[in-house]
């Protein structure tokens, strides 16, 4: 039994990191993104004030940046996966 | 009770966003610049600014005097050309531009040279981008014995004219429309062409766009020409059409309603004589198809 719990309580700690490490890994996507686009619509608007072809990279860079974003926050292993296995883990203590 | 949230869990979603954000605006930015514009708006209000940031004005011009011809060589936006009873040609115009100052810089050229007003939209010495559409409205007397119009990106649409003015009209992407018409040149690359014609010299041609067409009348004298490499040739002419008729597709179907007395026929040629055989008429095609109807 103890040996069960230990189980049950790593699996936890190593979902608990991974959710941590793909928030953390989002922030500093978005820094990297923010930062270039930044430096780009700098170069854009300092060499011709004209057509803003930085918004070019932005608007693709930016599609991955959200999906990041989704991936981390939104769909981090949500509440469809955790009902899934309280009702594995309930059946198999019913097996046993 | 301590909060179990950390401030990544709120700056995290500020932050995505943020990005969501700015992926609707390069979206609406981009997508604002529209380089195909074809539209047919001419109504507009004045130094209004559209969703996409474009500034607009509006203008009209008259012009009195004996003009026989018309010439407007437009880049983007779409030509309409009226016939009207007055003895003045009317120019009335909506263009189109990034900001004020390139809306300044946007000038409608119209320059009356002897009996011919010629009108031309020049763009300033700003960025391309910066200059957007200018749809035109022309309204003509029926002194004008010739129009010549042009547009790259635009819709050409010829109506209410007496039946004896010679038209000369081209557009790479935009549609042709005539509605009747003596003379007509026509050249188009991917719109159709459309028209109704009462004799004369009839050429059109187009790479990829349709044809359709209705003769209404034709004399000796008068020809009919039409030329297309993928796009489909439908004419309808009167019932006593008198023609020497060639009709020729590589690879597209050829029809005929007229009793044809046949010289050549060939799988992908047909040739022969409706009535005298007095004007000639061709059609030639690559892939597009080929039907000559008679009118009821």
Redesign the interface.
């Known amino acids: 039994m103890a040996e069960k719990a230990d189980k049950a309580q790593d699996s936890k700690l190593e979902r608990a990191r991974k959710i941590?490490a793909r928030?953390?890994d989002?922030?500093r996507h978005?820094t990297i993104?923010a930062v270039v686009?930044a430096v780009l619509a700098i170069i854009n608007n300092t060499t011709?004030r004209?057509?803003?072809w930085w918004?070019?990279p932005?608007?693709g860079w930016?599609?991955g940046?959200?999906a990041h974003?989704?991936s981390?926050?939104v769909n981090q292993g949500g509440s469809l996966e955790k009902r899934m296995i309280q009702r594995e883990l309930e059946r198999m203590q019913d097996e046993e | 009770m301590k909060s179990r949230r950390s401030w990544?869990?709120f700056?995290?979603?500020v932050?995505?966003v943020?990005?969501?954000a700015?992926?609707a605006?390069?979206?609406v930015?981009?997508l604002g610049i529209r380089p195909f514009y074809r539209g047919a708006s001419y109504r507009a209000v004045p130094g209004a600014v559209s969703a996409a940031g474009w500034v607009r004005d509006e203008a009209s011009r008259r012009f009195d005097g004996p003009f026989e011809r018309l010439e407007i060589k437009n880049v983007s936006g779409p030509v309409r050309i009226e016939g009207w009873s007055e003895s003045s040609i009317e120019v009335s115009y909506v263009k189109e531009a990034r900001s004020a100052q390139a809306l300044e810089e946007f000038e409608i050229r119209m320059q009356p040279q002897g009996t011919t007003l010629a009108v031309q939209p020049l763009y300033g010495r700003?960025?391309g981008?910066?200059f957007g559409p200018v749809a035109f409205e022309i309204r003509v007397p029926p002194s004008v014995r010739e129009i010549k119009a042009g547009s790259v990106s635009g819709h050409i649409v010829v109506e209410n004219l007496p039946a004896d003015v010679d038209q000369e009209l081209e557009s790479v992407s935009g549609r042709i429309e005539t509605g009747r018409t003596r003379g007509l040149k026509a050249r188009s690359v991917s719109g159709p062409v459309r028209f109704t014609s009462t004799g004369g010299t009839i050429e059109v041609n187009t790479t990829s766009g349709r044809v359709s067409g209705r003769i209404l009348s034709l004399e000796r004298g008068d020809s009919v020409e039409v030329g297309s490499i993928s796009g489909t040739v439908e004419l309808e002419a009167f019932a006593g059409l008198d023609a020497a008729v060639t009709l020729q597709s590589v690879s597209g179907s050829i029809a005929c309603d007229f009793p044809l007395q046949l010289t050549e026929q060939r799988r992908n040629r047909l040739e022969g004589v409706i009535g005298g055989g007095s004007v000639p008429l061709t059609v030639k095609t690559v892939s597009g198809r080929i039907r000559l109807e008679r009118a009821d």
């Open positions: 941590a928030k953390l989002f922030l978005f993104y686009m011709w004209g057509y803003q918004l070019w932005a608007l930016g599609i940046v959200v974003f989704l981390a926050y | 990544v869990d700056v995290g979603p932050l995505g943020a990005a969501m700015m992926v605006f390069s979206l930015y981009l700003l960025s981008t910066q």
